[in-house]
């Protein structure tokens, strides 16, 4: 399990071996090192370091979380190598190799598939408005192709992989990924502007992707669903005994951040989407208690901590349930750490 302190003045320290959890409202309860697979601390709350010492003896991920997105901003680990050697040295190379990129394209393909899977889901949903099916038919073959493309190896035989090639691949992969998530989120706002404004009937609608911050209801819930999908994504990159700041198309962007984690976590996305779509359809949120902006001069629509208890009770029922899917019938959140092993032993594989 993931231990999450978020509540104001919680306290972790140790007490005969087991972790001990202080807090102002519920009192004292101990957790055996056994049940904890990483701690995850948000401002306000604090850890002793005995407590620090037994996670670090025990290699659990300790991070530290930003509670309003949920996305790690900081990881704390004992300095010790999580792998042997071999995997790392072969990451640092990986990263700019015509192999990691193929890596990074299947990933991006994976998720484009998994966008048109949802998608379809879309239009056999009883609440499609007339004609979306007939549309998203011919939007579906521009996504297949951008798929296609994706999966394409990144080296045409016979040629020669240089900087020059792996700029160029890089720029094909964005225009590709770019060109299906933009037909993608177009899709899911006519989707939703068919819907009946069962969640923020007063607030703005959705009309496409908007990161932080964001001003309509659904962007809210995705920005959020998205933070906790990042937050295990990493902590299946430091269960493998990856660099998670070692990534491939991300790290010419996004410099010192986990890139590896922003190209990891493409396939699992469309999760997030999925999650998001069935409290938006479902009616299960409250606008008037679940959202809250934070002052007069338009900053922006977050989850209030009503909203934050249900988006994460929400997300982890959807990672503990079957992937699905050909070959799997794997939880979702297995799955992710299977991802995040499966490169590790094709990194070990190239010593």
Known sequence: ?????????????????????????????????RELQAILLTRATGMSTDALLLAVEHDIPVLLID???????AQLSSGRPGSIASIRKNQAFFTRSAEGYAWVGAQLADKVAAQRQLLQSLAEHRAAAPGFRAELRLSDRVLAAMEAELRRPPLP?????????????????RGQEG????????????????????????LPAFEGRQKRPAYDPFNALLNYLYGMLYTNVHLAVLKAGLDPYL??????????????????????????????LDLFLGGTLDAATAFEQRNERSEGLWLSAAGKDRLIDAMLAHLEAPAGGP????????????????????LLDAS
Request: glycine share 6%.
């Open 247 to 276: 990534g491939i198309l991300h790290a010419d962007r996004y410099g010192a951040a986990p890139t590896l984690v922003f190209d990891a976590i493409e396939p699992f996305r469309p999760w997030a989407d999925a999650v998001a």
């Open 1 to 33: 399990m993931q231990l999450y302190l978020d509540s104001f003045g919680a306290f972790l320290a140790v007490r005969q071996g087991m972790f001990l959890v202080r807090t102002r409202h519920a009192g004292e309860r101990a957790f055996a090192v």
């Open 179 to 202: 060109t299906a998530s933009r037909l993608y989120f177009q899709h899911l706002a006519k989707f939703l502007a068919a819907q009946p404004p069962a969640v923020g009937a007063t």
């Open 327 to 346: 070959g799997t019938q794997w939880r979702r959140r297995v799955l992710i750490d299977h991802r995040a092993r499966q490169l590790a032993a094709l």
């Open 67 to 73: 509670p309003q997105t949920h996305f790690p901003l």
């Open 157 to 173: 035989a016979g040629a020669t992989w240089d900087e020059a090639a792996r700029e160029a691949t890089a720029g094909r992969y």
